[in-house]
């Protein structure tokens, strides 16, 4: 709740990552997902380089970013075990290797050194890659497996896959 409520006061005005139909990977839940690590990299962008706001706040926003990260890694891996996804191993290789980059961006902060716009180019970078080369190429792995790409929101995701792969 303290998160939230800090949350609205944190400047996302100006979209340095930018959500567009191309970053879509065809799954609404993802896609929405992938929209709040879009957000949170606008807040950092917006607090950490337009609005040179008190370190404490750009650490808050390094926190979240670290956390939801880990969250969206960790329901991806989750798809990946129930659909006995081939690609899993270097799939989760590469989300291991982006969970270190934003961890040594946190720590270098803590050291001292500053968000600032070349860092904030690669995360732009690292994000959007990852989207478009590594996430676009389990959808239609899901989607023959029973995954849809819209689902009403008035049940559990979890349960929803749980249905589509055991009521046919
Ligand atoms: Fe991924």
């Known amino acids: 709740m303290d ?3 800090s ?4 400047d996302n005005s100006r979209e340095f ?3 567009s139909e191309e970053l879509s990977v065809g799954i609404q839940e993802i896609d ?3 929209k709040i690590l879009a957000g949170l990299t606008n807040c950092l962008f917006n607090e950490a380089i337009l609005n040179k706001a008190d370190p404490a706040i750009v650490e808050s926003i390094l926190n979240e970013l670290m956390q939801y990260t880990q969250i969206h890694f960790s329901v991806e891996e989750s798809l990946f075990r129930i659909f006995n996804y081939p690609e899993a191993d270097s799939h989760q290789q590469h989300h291991t290797e982006l969970k ?3 961890f040594e ?3 270098k902060f803590l050291n001292g050194d500053s968000v600032d716009l070349e ?3 690669l995360l732009r970078e690292w994000l959007t890659k990852h989207i478009m080369i590594e996430d676009k ?3 239609q792995f899901f989607l023959s497996k029973g995954l849809k790409a819209n689902w009403p929101k008035s049940r559990s995701w979890i349960g929803k896959i749980w249905d589509s792969m055991h009521l046919q």
């Open 3 to 5: 998160q939230l409520n």
């Open 7 to 10: 949350r609205r006061k944190i």
């Open 17 to 19: 990552l930018a959500w």
């Open 32 to 34: 929405e997902q992938h």
């Open 100 to 102: 270190k980059e934003v």
């Open 105 to 107: 961006i946190k720590e």
């Open 119 to 121: 860092l904030m180019h």
């Open 137 to 139: 190429q389990y959808t």
